[in-house]
């Protein structure tokens, strides 16, 4: 009777180093999404998701960030060559559809990134 | 540039009285509107939203208010209870491609004193 689930729950990681970050999204859902929460700020919208489409990756903030979602169920968002300043948790939701906007997203319990 | 702003970082409020949550936003695309309840270590949940075309949502003790002109919304919990005591954070959407999309705003940390 899952939610979303994210793994691993903490990653402490030198600056430099790959991390790769992982989300199980709710069976049947077709819609996912990555979120970043850095101290003090709100959600900030990083990549979407939607079935067999071509992915809205605007939102991340350079090309050391990149996501995958294979088989159109598990998601890896993997950041590259980690900074200090990508320390923050890393959110995953999912939504049954992502068009139309009464689409209830489901958070995962997100990854706290820390970059040493 | 902060399209949807939360300008208390926190609140606190007796047990049994009214705790009113604020959210100002600037884009006049924003159609719906949600705020989501968010306890330590856990990921956003849903709690209550509001359409455009309405001015006001009621669900149990949560309310939502929306006033377009001012670009303004608010939450009211009434009455407020110890287990309510977490961030609160509001969120907006717009019709257009990007309805998908959810852009929050910094949070409110709600203490509910017993």
């Known amino acids: 009777g899952a939610g979303v689930s994210q793994s691993p729950s903490n990653k402490v990681t030198e600056k430099g180093k790959d991390v790769e970050l992982r989300c199980d999204p709710i069976?049947?859902?077709?819609?996912l999404y990555w979120y970043r929460q850095s101290l003090g700020q709100g959600l900030e919208f990083l990549i979407y998701?939607?079935?067999?489409?071509?992915?809205?990756k605007s939102g991340l903030p350079s090309d050391r960030f990149s996501a995958e979602r294979t088989g159109g169920s598990v998601s890896t968002l993997t950041i590259q060559r980690t900074q200090q300043e990508d320390s923050a948790v890393y959110l995953c939701?999912?939504?049954?559809?992502?068009?139309?906007?009464?689409?209830?997203?489901?958070f995962g319990p997100g990854t706290r990134l820390t970059v040493l | 540039d902060q399209q949807v702003k939360q300008n208390s970082p926190s609140l606190s409020v007796q047990e049994g009285r009214i705790s009113i949550l604020n959210c100002d936003y600037t884009?006049?695309?924003?159609?719906?509107f949600l705020w989501y309840k968010k306890y330590p270590a856990e990921g956003p949940t849903f709690l209550i939203s509001?359409?455009?075309?309405?001015d006001k949502n009621e669900d149990g003790r949560f309310t939502v208010f929306l006033n377009k002109s001012a670009k303004h919304l608010s939450l009211h919990i009434v009455p407020s209870q110890p287990g309510d005591s977490a961030v609160y954070f509001c969120?907006?959407?717009?019709?257009?491609?990007?309805?998908?999309?959810?852009?929050f705003g910094k949070g409110t940390l709600l203490t509910v004193n017993p």
């Open positions: 939701a999912s939504s049954l559809d992502g068009q139309g906007a009464r689409n209830e997203q489901f």
């Open positions: 069976s049947g859902h077709t819609a």
């Open positions: 998701f939607q079935g067999n489409s071509a992915p809205d």
């Open positions: 884009n006049s695309m924003f159609d719906y």
């Open positions: 509001i359409s455009s075309i309405k």
């Open positions: 969120a907006a959407k717009d019709s257009g491609g990007s309805n998908y999309k959810l852009t």
